[in-house]
């Protein structure tokens, strides 16, 4: 007979798992990929907001030049030039047309006369149209009277009558458009040039 008792331990046989560790390694999955998705929507849609804010950048920026274009010729004007923006629409003045004029800047013709075509693009790159639309007001005002002619106002001629002197009121309007991404934009600027104003339209 044993002077030591043996105890015997109960059965050490493992236990069945009961699925807790697989359910949570499902939860951790979803969460991350539920995570992964909101940071992806996040960054295309951080990229298209970038994106448009480029694109509108751009078309302003082209709606800038084509009123650039625009004052550079006002300030070329020269009465031998029948083809100037601002003779044209002071010569359709007195022939009682209100039409505005159009212009389109190309890469090789920054004043191309009409509107732009399909293919009309401004930058070298092809992504950009820029215009302009010129218009005159049909009403000139009469500049105050003056002995200077640069000043404006009235100057006697002998036999001719008087010549009155006024300021033409123009509004340009330039364009910016980029095709691919549809993105327009609209810039308005107004000036005045003098000038002579012809008798039919005192």
Not at 1 to 30: C, E, H, T, Y
Not at 126 to 139: D, E, F, H, K
Not at 144 to 165: C, H, K, M, W, Y
């Amino acid at each position: 007979m044993n002077a030591f008792p043996i105890s015997r331990r109960g059965d050490q046989r493992p236990k069945k798992q009961q699925g807790a560790a697989m359910l949570v390694a499902l939860m951790i999955l979803i969460v991350v990929t539920i995570i992964g998705v909101a940071a992806m929507r996040s960054s295309v849609f951080n990229s298209k907001i970038a994106t448009g804010a480029r694109a509108s950048t751009m078309a302003f920026q082209a709606s800038e030049s084509a009123l650039a274009a625009l004052f550079t010729e006002a300030g070329d004007q020269n009465d031998a030039n029948p083809d100037n923006a601002l003779n044209v629409a002071i010569g359709q003045l007195s022939l009682g047309v209100f039409e505005s004029v159009e212009r389109c800047l190309t890469v090789s013709d920054m004043s191309k006369p009409g509107a732009c075509a399909p293919r009309d693009r401004y930058d070298s790159a092809g992504l950009m149209q820029a215009s302009y639309r010129l218009a005159v007001n049909p009403t000139p005002r009469v500049a105050p009277p003056s002995l200077d002619v640069n000043d404006g106002g009235q100057i006697s001629r002998a036999g001719e009558g008087t010549t009155i002197f006024g300021d033409y009121q123009f509004v340009g309007v330039g364009h910016g458009r980029l095709d691919m991404l549809d993105v327009n934009q609209f810039n308005v600027q107004e000036f005045a040039r003098r000038g002579i104003i012809p008798g039919d339209d005192l």
